[in-house]
């Protein structure tokens, strides 16, 4: 079946631009999580939804940074006024919802500001 | 709070040699771990997750961990190395936020010398 998908897999902005990153998670999975990925440090979790609702925000990194889920289904990421510190790989991930559920990841979008 | 120590940054190994990656967690309730791959420009996949049925958990590709509460310890292992497992690996435990995510480990990419 379908897996995670997001896109754009590669985004190139210039810093000061708004960006919107899309998730589609996999049918069915009513926990979805956003994940940042950089060289300095590491997987960090950045916000939880369950069905449309965020009860865990706590990983978003400053007020630039904001994430929607409609529908049960897709996500998106915004991050306003970019800064070269964005630049990083972000992950999506989705899962069953229950605790000990493992989650399934989609293949990132690899952010570059300039 | 639930942390997660991966020992080694980087671990070199001979096509057909054992495999031995170290993950040592910290956790105030019993933990829910897992290990993820991550092969070059792709998302997490994952290998295997302990969720206390059974301390031997056998994973994917031939990989196995075995949870050892008294040493705190969940290391990957796989008896003989393969070029194709040349990646990225992953140790996480869940956060014990009860929002299900994930805390990862910093990762140890694995080389597979011919």
């Known amino acids: 079946g379908a897996g995670v998908s997001q896109s754009p897999s590669n985004k190139v902005t210039e810093k000061g631009k708004d960006v919107e990153l899309r998730c589609d998670p996999i049918s069915g999975h009513t926990a979805l999580y956003w994940y940042r990925q950089s060289l300095g440090q590491g997987l960090e979790f950045l916000i939880y939804f369950q069905g449309n609702s965020a009860p865990d925000k706590s990983g978003l990194p400053s007020d630039r940074f904001s994430a929607e889920r409609t529908g049960g289904s897709v996500s998106t990421l915004t991050i306003q006024r970019t800064q070269q510190e964005d630049s990083a790989v972000y992950l999506c991930a989705s899962s069953f919802g229950t605790q000990n559920q493992p989650q399934h990841f989609g293949d990132g979008t690899r952010l570059s500001i300039l | 709070a639930q942390s997660v120590t991966q020992l080694g940054s980087h671990v070199s190994v001979s096509e057909g040699a054992l495999v031995l990656l170290r993950c040592n967690y910290s956790?105030?309730?019993?933990?829910?771990l897992f290990w993820y791959v991550q092969y070059p420009n792709q998302g997490l996949q994952l290998l295997l997750k302990y969720t206390s049925a059974a301390t031997l958990v056998k994973g994917i590709n031939g990989f196995e961990a075995e949870f050892k509460k008294s040493e705190t310890s969940f290391h990957l292992t796989k008896p003989s190395a393969h070029m194709s497992d040349a990646a990225e690996y992953f140790c996480a435990v869940i956060d014990s936020s009860n929002t299900g995510k994930l805390i990862f480990g910093q990762g140890t990419t694995l080389q597979v010398k011919p």
């Open positions: 956790s105030s309730v019993p933990p829910y």
